[in-house]
């Protein structure tokens, strides 16, 4: 059973400056929600409330948009706002969070490796905390099903168009089923055209403790950092490694343009903005 998460959210956000020079990029809102909420919503409605966020200097909006806000709080009971009161307690309830910094920016690999004191000998969860998920079936509780079915690390991956290979990590390996892939290799940003598969990895694992000790005898790669998926092709060579094909619409925040759809998307699911948001793009697009 998986019962920890862990939550890399110590990146820079070059790509969103100015915007994120004095604010996390996890903390930009899709709408009113900010993105890292939606991953820690993810973590729960999959059934983990044990969660360590890796954050990084400059980082602290995060920390206080998960704690209490007494003042707030006090403020919403004045003008017996109880449905926005609720909320606020519930965003601080609703799971038991942690938090520790990676005091460099030494790549992902490195990021997780900060969490092998709090994960201890369990396999845990890893949600990227740039990336949403949406789907009926929370991303991590389909990993998790597969990871009790097969026993070992699981990795989400998706479908990408053949000349976008070298954007992403991309996984090779045996199908055992529609949707489950035994792994053979591992290869970040791969040459277009040297790609073993054009099956990108998503943004969720599901990852054993020994990944620690691959991180460790990870050496820097790619941009002088520890790649997470170099220590992945590590612990291939020691344990088997299954890829899951999500079900569901991943939305990556990590650039201008992704976020920007991802807003629009979002926008016309809620009730509230749905009708007059479409007609508003629907006068845009007629111009």
Same mark, same amino acid.
């Given at each position: 059973?998986?019962?920890?998460?862990?939550?890399?959210?110590?990146?820079?956000?070059?790509?969103?400056?100015?915007?994120?020079?004095?604010?996390?990029?996890?903390m930009?809102?899709?709408?009113?929600?900010?993105t890292?909420?939606?991953v820690?919503?993810?973590?729960?409605?999959?059934?983990?409330?044990?969660i360590?966020?890796?954050?990084?200097?400059?980082?602290?909006?995060i920390?206080?948009?998960f !704690?209490?806000?007494?003042?707030?709080?006090?403020?919403?009971e004045?003008? @017996?706002?109880?449905?926005?009161?609720?909320? /606020?307690?519930?965003?601080?309830? /609703?799971a038991?969070?942690?938090? %520790?910094?990676?005091?460099?920016?030494?790549?992902?690999?490195?990021?997780?490796h *900060?969490?092998?004191h709090?994960?201890?000998d369990?396999?845990?969860?890893?949600?990227?905390? !740039?990336?949403?998920?949406?789907?009926?079936?929370?991303?991590?509780?389909?990993?998790?099903?597969?990871y009790?079915? *097969?026993g070992?690390? %699981?990795?989400?991956?998706?479908e990408?168009?053949?000349?976008?290979?070298?954007r992403?990590?991309?996984?090779?390996?045996?199908?055992?089923s529609?949707?489950?892939?035994?792994?053979?290799?591992?290869?970040?940003?791969?040459?277009?055209?040297?790609?073993?598969?054009?099956l990108?990895i998503?943004?969720? *694992?599901?990852?054993?403790?020994?990944?620690?000790?691959?991180?460790?005898?990870?050496?820097?790669?790619?941009?002088?950092?520890?790649?997470l998926t170099?220590?992945?092709?590590?612990?291939?060579?020691?344990?088997?490694? *299954?890829?899951h094909?999500?079900?569901?619409?991943?939305?990556?925040?990590?650039?201008?343009?992704?976020?920007?759809?991802?807003? %629009?998307?979002?926008?016309?699911?809620?009730? @509230?903005?749905?009708?007059?948001?479409?007609?508003?793009? /629907?006068?845009?697009?007629?111009k």
């Open positions: 059973m998986i019962r920890k998460a862990v939550i890399p959210a110590a990146g820079l956000g070059t790509r969103f400056l100015p915007a994120t020079k004095s604010m996390p990029k996890e930009l809102p899709i709408i009113d929600i900010p890292i909420q939606y820690v919503q993810e973590a729960v409605d999959s059934g983990i409330e044990d360590l966020i890796i954050s990084g200097k400059g980082k602290r909006a920390e206080d948009h !704690d209490r806000n007494f003042e707030l709080e006090a403020r919403l004045e003008k @017996e706002d109880q449905a926005w009161h609720t909320e /606020m307690r519930r965003l601080a309830d /609703m038991n969070i942690h938090f %520790v910094r990676q005091k460099e920016a030494n790549g992902l690999g490195d990021a997780i *900060y969490a092998r709090h994960v201890g369990e396999p845990f969860a890893v949600l990227l905390g !740039d990336t949403i998920m949406d789907s009926v079936i929370p991303v991590t509780q389909q990993l998790m099903d597969t009790e079915q *097969y070992g690390s %699981v990795i989400a991956v998706e990408v168009p053949a000349d976008k290979v070298d992403y990590g991309i996984v090779g390996g045996d199908a055992l529609d949707i489950i892939l035994e792994l053979k290799t591992l290869i970040e940003k791969p040459a277009i055209g040297s790609a073993p598969s054009n990108a998503a943004g969720r *694992y599901i990852l054993t403790p020994d990944i620690f000790q691959t991180i460790e005898k990870t050496p820097k790669g790619k941009g002088g950092e520890i790649q170099d220590s992945l092709l590590l612990l291939l060579r020691r344990e088997n490694i *299954y890829a094909r999500i079900e569901g619409q991943r939305h990556d925040i990590g650039n201008k343009l992704d976020f920007l759809k991802t807003t %629009v998307a979002f926008a016309l699911k809620r009730k @509230e903005f749905a009708g007059p948001f479409r007609e508003f793009l /629907m006068e845009i697009l007629a």
